[in-house]
């Protein structure tokens, strides 16, 4: 189709979907291959040119003065003949016309709108670059034409199918789906899909591809049924299809032959709006579709103009295309001999367009044919702004311009880079660096309404965002889903891990398919598919669950437990009861038995005994820096003042028996009262020298103890210097000993002084806790080794007090006629 004006821009369409090409011999004439398969949709869009075009040189406004005229060339679903058609725009010439005078043919053109598919538009675009041609592409997709080394004069109003790869993985994301399958064309744009997906999928970590299959050209049957199986075995329930009408026709009758149900078809671009596939045949499988569409658009005054269309027209450069609609749409010849048999329907020319029920005229969902719309017009615009250039401030060498008269392709280009307008219906036009334009997507589904009609309804959109991310915007409430549920379906490999687990990846499998092993102890992931557990900090361990971290347990011999209760009020009954005894011996401080072995010495045995009870309060309680420093000093100081008394009175009865004997009595001087307290003094401080140094040196200091127990934190006392802590227990031991020895060997004097059989008994029983305590202290984790040097400490106190104390108040209570001095030196305290 031709329509001569002072600039021609040319179109290519597919009017025709197939072709066949004659069979040529090295004799023969050539022949020119034959276009089959009228494509109305095809030739709507060719007319939506032819349109654009009438309706720019009405409008006074847009390139005042000049007559846009285009030629429109049909690619009859070939590449050889699109690319030929292609070559015939910028050479000018058609195939051979009838010679004139001037031997003229077809006009040059400035810029060319088209091709429709993405092969074609490579092709064309690779060899009509080294001419500076503009080609401004309606449909073509492919991200590879985004290649401005290869491709520097390629623009589209179409979004690449970069765009529309990650519009569909926001779609995936958005319904949680990660395990998908993805079917393509075997072409140009199936393929760069192809790579294109799988490398954008890997790059969001949104999902994986169960399998990605070529759906054959030629429609091999036996590799569609083998696709359509593996479609039906996989246990992804999603099908992503980046494939052309005609391929998705016959996936679509296996997918029928098979009974393939209960997967959830996305749609590219390329079929989202096919008719051909919206029939009762399909739509059982594919009533749910969600598709990404081209941009929907408006087109005031294209419907008067396809009404206009006419084969009656004088314009006999449209007149064979016009009449090819004509006949196919209403299925008559206008020439009697094609009919086979003379018998088919005439047409006429006079045939009412408006009372055929025809897609040609229902314009309620323009996509393709807007963007047509709106590539026409940019070159208009970009053709505006050239011939606008003032001269002398032009962006050519010498600050020259383009006129009318000398344009050429290559100057459009720079133009064609910078051109920016609105449409009619309110969309921004204009072309990024790689010539693409600005994205935006319809998200389309599709519905099977009762009564058997069908619905292609708009659910939401997808479109760049100021931060050029993708931004998808859903209507959920309008989807259909095509199950039984009416939910959307869940497709994922294997189950998200909860927190508490972690990915487990199986070998040689996609990463979306995974065990899930819980965290370790001590370990967490407190989100969804952690790859990794991370461990908690110090003072914290892992909850059952193991989704956080939580406090550690504290452990130490507490107040509040049964334990320490037991051993607090057992440590405040031996401290009362030692309260009791000195008020019973002060109260008979007098009696014989009291005045008896230096009363003062039993006094500060006394006191001694009551600070060993209390000082077993220290280790109960959580350690903190003073307690763990006090407890062993007091500890030590406090049973060396009880030891050191016990020694000293042990001493005294021996020093009395030798006095008993002849020439004794020179041996008492040495164990007079000041002796004793002297002895009981120095012996002591040698101990409280002894904590000193220690606690200068390497002072005991609280601790937070882990390893006896990974989920608790054991509260204890380091003892800071184990040389310091063996030479207190030691020289405790030592006096202990001592006294033991001295007692033993006073046991058998004569009953008179048998107070010594008291100490000796005492001493058997402290040494006897003392030792059995030591494998039970190392033996004992945490708490309980305090607990059991409480229990030694009362254990021990106990066994003094009452051994050496017990006879005594029995006597002073019970027994007060044995209080008497003439009782004690007759008879003698028994035990």
């Given at each position: ?194 790579q294109s997906f799988q490398s954008d999928l890997v790059m969001s970590g949104r999902g994986c591809l169960a399998y990605v299959e070529v759906i054959p050209w030629d429609s091999d049957p036996g590799e569609l049924r083998r696709i359509v199986h593996l479609i039906k075995t996989s246990t992804a329930r999603v099908v992503i299809v980046f494939a052309h009408e005609i ?542 040097e409480v229990f030694a400490i009362l254990a021990s106190s106990f066994g003094l007090l009452l051994a050496l104390f017990g006879p005594k108040c029995y006597i002073i209570l019970l027994r007060p006629e044995r209080n008497t001095k003439k009782a004690i030196m007759t008879r003698g305290i028994k035990s």
């Amino acid at each position: 189709m031709h329509k001569p004006g002072d600039v021609v821009l040319g179109g290519l369409f597919e009017v025709h979907y197939t072709s066949v090409f004659p069979e040529q011999t090295f004799t023969s004439e050539p022949q020119q291959p034959i276009c089959k398969g009228f494509d109305t949709l095809g030739f709507r869009h060719a007319m939506t040119m032819a349109f654009a075009i009438e309706e720019i040189n009405n409008n006074s406004d847009l390139l005042p003065n000049m007559t846009l005229g285009y030629s429109l060339y049909d690619n009859c679903g070939a590449l050889v003949i699109g690319f030929s058609g292609a070559l015939s725009l910028v050479s000018g010439r058609d195939k051979q016309f009838p010679l004139q005078e001037n031997c003229s043919g077809t006009p040059p053109v400035l810029g060319i709108v088209g091709d429709h598919y993405s092969t074609f538009s490579i092709a064309i675009a690779n060899v009509l670059g080294l001419y500076k041609m503009s080609i401004v592409s309606y449909f073509a997709t492919c991200s590879c034409l985004s290649d401005r080394q290869r491709f520097p004069t390629f623009f589209r109003t179409i979004p690449s199918d970069a765009f529309q790869v990650r519009a569909m993985i926001q779609i995936l994301k958005h319904f949680g789906w990660t395990w998908v399958g993805l079917l393509v064309s075997d072409d140009d744009y199936g393929l760069h899909v192809a790579q294109s997906f799988q490398s954008d999928l890997v790059m969001s970590g949104r999902g994986c591809l169960a399998y990605v299959e070529v759906i054959p050209w030629d429609s091999d049957p036996g590799e569609l049924r083998r696709i359509v199986h593996l479609i039906k075995t996989s246990t992804a329930r999603v099908v992503i299809v980046f494939a052309h009408e005609i391929h998705m026709i016959q996936l679509m009758e296996e997918v029928v032959s098979q009974n393939v149900t209960g997967r959830q078809w996305i749609a590219s671009e390329a079929w989202t709006s096919a008719s051909v596939l919206q029939t009762a045949h399909f739509m059982p499988y594919l009533s749910g579709t969600l598709g990404i569409a081209i941009r929907r658009g408006e087109i005031p005054g294209l419907r008067d103009f396809l009404l206009h269309l006419s084969p009656d027209q004088n314009d006999n450069s449209r007149y064979n295309m016009v009449r090819q609609f004509w006949e196919h749409t209403f299925k008559c010849k206008f020439d009697p001999a094609d009919w086979m048999d003379n018998e088919g329907a005439i047409c006429t020319g006079e045939e009412d367009i408006k009372g055929v029920e025809t897609e040609f005229l229902d314009l309620s969902n323009l996509r393709p044919e807007y963007n047509v719309y709106k590539a026409v017009y940019a070159l208009a615009y970009a053709l505006n702004d050239m011939l606008q250039c003032e001269p002398g401030r032009g962006p050519f060498r010498g600050h020259s311009c383009a006129t009318l008269q000398n344009m050429e392709p290559w100057q459009l280009v720079h133009y064609l880079q910078k051109v920016n307008f609105s449409t009619p219906f309110g969309d921004q036009v204009s072309f990024d660096e790689n010539g693409d334009a600005l994205p935006i997507y319809d998200v389309m589904n599709w519905l099977w309404l009762p009564g058997g009609r069908i619905q292609v309804q708009n659910v939401g959109e997808v479109r760049r965002s100021a931060s050029r991310s993708e931004e998808l915007i859903l209507n959920e409430d309008e989807i259909f889903w095509n199950f039984k549920s009416k939910e959307p379906p869940r497709s994922v490999c294997s189950e998200s891990c909860p927190p508490g687990t972690r990915i487990a990846r199986k070998k040689g499998q996609p990463e979306c398919c995974f065990n899930c092993i819980p965290c370790s102890e001590g370990k967490i992931s407190n989100r969804e598919n952690s790859l990794e557990c991370i461990s908690c900090p110090e003072d914290f361990w892992s909850s059952p669950q193991r989704d956080r971290c939580v406090p550690k347990k504290t452990e130490f011999l507490s107040y509040q437990e049964p334990l320490g209760i037991c051993l607090t009020t057992t440590s405040l009954l031996g401290t009362c009861i030692c309260a009791v005894v000195l008020g019973i011996f002060t109260y008979h401080r007098r009696t014989p038995i009291v005045r008896a072995n230096n009363s003062e010495l039993s006094f500060l045995l006394l006191v001694s005994l009551k600070l060993c009870f209390l000082c077993s309060l220290l280790f109960i309680g959580q350690p903190k820096l003073w307690t763990c420093q006090l407890r062993h000093a007091a500890f030590g100081i406090s049973f060396v003042l009880c030891v050191s008394c016990i020694l000293v009175k042990t001493m005294v009865v021996l020093a009395v028996f030798k006095a008993s004997k002849p020439g004794g009595g020179a041996s008492l001087k040495w164990f007079g009262a000041m002796q004793q307290r002297g002895t009981v003094f120095v012996l002591t401080c040698i101990q409280a020298a002894i904590c000193t140094a220690w606690l200068v040196s390497a002072s005991p200091a609280p601790h937070k103890n882990t390893q006896y127990h990974n989920d608790k934190i054991v509260y204890e006392c380091l003892v800071g210097s184990t040389i310091g802590f063996a030479m207190l227990m030691g020289y405790i031991g030592f006096l202990a000993i001592l006294s033991f020895l001295l007692a033993f060997l006073a046991r058998n004097l004569p009953n008179n002084f048998n107070e010594a059989k008291l100490i000796t008994f005492s001493m058997l029983i402290f040494c006897a806790v003392w030792v059995a305590f030591v494998p039970a202290y190392i033996n004992s984790p945490g708490k309980y080794a305090d607990a059991v040097e409480v229990f030694a400490i009362l254990a021990s106190s106990f066994g003094l007090l009452l051994a050496l104390f017990g006879p005594k108040c029995y006597i002073i209570l019970l027994r007060p006629e044995r209080n008497t001095k003439k009782a004690i030196m007759t008879r003698g305290i028994k035990s």
